[in-house]
């Protein structure tokens, strides 16, 4: 028989609710299926990860989500042996660390807890170089717990590469910056107001560039937005919830995820601990709940989608987890296919 794997995944968890770090595992092309193949505990904390390139290959980046956060560079190999650390994890100038991007040359993370962006340049070699220059922002919003500062939860490079986009749940907006070519820190160019309470978290283009998506954390729906990239101005243009009606439980959504053909689009909703599917319109400006499935665990913390289109990958927090699923190419409806233990699972990617 030949060769069957398909390439590498890679997990992150919060290694201090018993996580095992980073783990490593290998992809099935047939079937979707991982299998663990190694794991590092080299950085405390990586709830989020992205791939970059440098002389010498790959590199994997890893958030440190701490009060006094940090992120990491690590060498990739192959999926038999675990990543190396590039030298020590470099601090970010701001606390909690969610989200991590790579961009123009440059490491930006979003950091929760203090409501800052910060950017690193990345050495030859891949390794974050310090000091970070970091952008705070300021503002509220009306949720009196989860609002009372800003908190940014996502840091996304449009498809041009020219604007960077920040999903700021403490204020409900979305700030468009761009990378100061001078300083090699984040300016703002605008910022773009939802509906108060909103409490944006995450969100994800349309294939054509020419939407965007926007998910709720505290509002658990979806913001359809259109991205002007020439101007760099987001405008909201109409809300879509993803939870049936009549539902009345606690939900909080986690990662919004677009099909490559940009008919469907994918929720992940902790509480509810299911999977929302979305239709969008042909061109991409409305969308609508057809259904929502479970989610194979227990809070679903993120949602990725394997480089083929046709698998979606659910980290599941609380039941240590990811599960895989089989997407319908009709219906866009996710079948459960099979899981693995990954204890306090937060992100997966693909090599």
């Not at 660390?97 to 930006?108: D, E, I, K, M, Q």
Request: glycine share 14%.
């Amino acid at each position: 028989m030949g060769d069957t794997r398909a390439g590498s995944a890679f997990i992150g968890s919060f290694t201090s609710a018993g996580g095992r770090g980073i783990i490593t595992a290998a992809v099935d092309a047939r079937t979707g299926a991982l299998t663990e193949t190694a794991e590092t505990g080299a950085v405390a904390n990586p709830s989020y990860l992205a791939l970059g390139a440098a002389d010498g290959g790959p590199v994997l980046y890893a958030v440190s989500e701490q009060d006094e956060g940090a992120v990491g560079a690590l060498r990739v190999s192959d999926d038999k042996q675990p990543p190396r650390l590039i030298g020590a994890p470099v601090a970010v100038g701001g606390a909690g660390p969610t989200h991590l991007a790579v961009a123009a040359g440059r490491l930006l993370t979003a950091n929760y807890t203090s409501g800052s962006v910060s950017v690193l340049p990345v050495g030859p070699t891949g390794e974050p170089v310090a000091p970070a220059r970091v952008l705070r922002q300021e503002g509220r919003g009306p949720h009196p717990e989860r609002q009372r500062e800003p908190h940014a939860h996502q840091v996304l490079p449009d498809p041009t590469g020219r604007w960077i986009l920040v999903t700021d749940l403490g204020t409900d907006s979305v700030h468009v910056c761009a990378l100061d070519p001078d300083t090699g820190g984040l300016v703002e160019h605008g910022q773009t107001a939802l509906r108060p309470g909103t409490g944006p978290r995450q969100l994800a283009f349309h294939p054509s560039g020419r939407y965007a998506y926007v998910l709720g954390e505290l509002e658990p729906a979806v913001t359809v937005c259109r991205w002007d990239s020439g101007a760099g101005v987001l405008e909201p243009l109409g809300v879509t919830p993803v939870l049936p009606e009549g539902y009345t439980g606690s939900a909080y959504p986690s990662a919004v995820v677009v099909a490559p053909d940009g008919r469907f689009l994918w929720v992940a909703i902790r509480g509810h601990d299911s999977l929302a599917v979305l239709a969008l319109s042909a061109g991409g400006e409305r969308a609508e709940l057809v259904t929502t499935v479970p989610c194979g665990g227990h809070w679903p913390r993120d949602l990725a989608l394997d480089p083929t289109g046709s698998r979606l990958y659910a980290a599941n927090e609380r039941s240590g987890d990811v599960t895989w699923f089989a997407v319908d190419p009709v219906t866009g409806v996710p079948r459960r296919s099979g899981s693995i233990e990954a204890p306090a699972a937060s992100c997966v990617i693909f090599a």
